[in-house]
């Protein structure tokens, strides 16, 4: 039997939830059943990822304009040359492009994928505006939208009047093998930081507005006054680095801060932190909530979207209103006090998303979809 020909049309090629589900994909795929190729839209840290896998990965470029003819002609040809059976694009401008180039090469199947609420991007209004119009435009076009949460599905069907047997919903997952707490190493991390023995509070995410980190290193510089030896380590880059160091300078905690850049070693990241902090205000179904329930470690998260499909309030973690860095900070205060609470929160995450969000389940319902089977 001839393999089915998946192409995924990545939103972006940096290190994000979006760019971790592609990885996960790429690693876990049947090659047996699948062949699976990317477009990514410029160089970056994905495509590099995937050369290693050795994923076929090519590069249209789509992140100058919001709509560019040349993009859209460039992925026609693609789509045409490698006549994929199914394409999955991923990213309100992505699936744009997706529906529309699939359309017109002729690719018999596309499904789009919703890895954040449109309603929430940090974009001017009337890019936002744009977006929806052109979402809305093409939802024809496109056989199924994926929702990595329920919240999405929720908010496409309520509010982008999206007809509900075109959404469907596959929870993001987690390598469980890889986010083992047995195997990952914190104490290297500690000691290539600089990291002493006093508890440290952890952020992992790209640097944009959506992670707020503002509001994390408010939490910190409270925590700070009542546990004087705490240490932040801040793992990811992104845009908003610059002004996030002068935040944390501004309000005098910048030596307490390790900020780490973007890392592979996750899980040992995840295991030199005594207390895992989201300070979001939004987000999908967010892989590092998932990663550090798996790695058994007591979080604190503000109560977003698919956050709350994840975190069971006061059985596998603390939840907390966005923009409140008193109220994060008292439940990190809370947690830090209560070394025997915090391990049994940590321990009830990893049993939590051991039965209802491993990778495997993912990628199996993904395979069905991908063979018409769903």
């Known amino acids: 039997m001839a393999r089915v020909r998946v192409l995924q049309l990545a939103g972006s090629a940096e290190w994000a939830g979006g760019e971790v589900y592609l990885l996960q994909l790429a690693k876990a795929l049947d090659r047996t059943r699948f062949e699976l190729s990317v477009i990514c839209p410029a160089m970056g840290p994905l495509v590099e990822r995937l050369g290693r896998l050795g994923v076929a990965t090519a590069v249209v470029p789509m992140e100058e304009r919001l709509v560019d003819p040349r993009a859209l002609l460039a992925l026609v040809r693609h789509f045409r040359r490698e006549r994929p059976h199914v394409v999955q694009s991923h990213g309100a401008r992505t699936n744009f492009y997706g529906r529309l180039a699939a359309r017109l090469a002729g690719v018999p199947r596309h499904l789009s994928t919703v890895h954040n609420s449109l309603y929430d991007y940090p974009v001017p209004a009337l890019r936002r505006a744009l977006y929806l119009a052109l979402d809305r435009l093409t939802v024809p076009w496109t056989e199924t939208i994926l929702c990595v949460a329920e919240s999405l599905a929720r908010d496409l069907i309520e509010r982008g009047r999206v007809p509900a047997e075109k959404v469907q919903v596959i929870h993001n997952g987690v390598d469980l093998a890889r986010f083992d707490p047995s195997r990952a190493d914190g104490g290297k991390i500690r000691r290539a930081f600089g990291l002493a023995s006093g508890p440290v509070l952890g952020l992992i ?68 932190m005594d207390l895992v902090l989201i300070s979001s205000v939004s987000e999908g179904l967010p892989f590092t909530v998932l990663e550090a329930l798996a790695m058994a470690r007591p979080i604190v998260a503000t109560a977003v979207n698919g956050v709350t499909e994840i975190v069971e309030p006061e059985l596998t973690g603390l939840l907390v209103p966005p923009r409140r860095p008193d109220l994060l900070a008292q439940g990190a205060l809370a947690l830090l006090r209560d070394p025997e609470r915090a391990r049994a929160l940590g321990q009830a995450g990893r049993k939590a998303v051991e039965v209802r969000f491993p990778m495997e389940r993912m990628v199996e319902r993904l395979e069905r979809l991908y063979l018409g089977d769903a």
Do not use: N, Y
């Open 205 to 272: 995410g790209r640097m944009t507005p959506q992670k707020d980190h503002a509001t994390f290193l408010a939490a910190l510089a409270r925590v700070r006054t009542e546990v004087h030896d705490v240490r932040a380590l801040i793992v990811g880059d992104g845009p908003l680095r610059p002004a996030i160091t002068a935040e944390a300078a501004r309000l005098g905690v910048q030596e307490a801060c390790c900020f780490t850049g973007v890392r592979d070693d996750i899980p040992d990241c995840l295991a030199a």
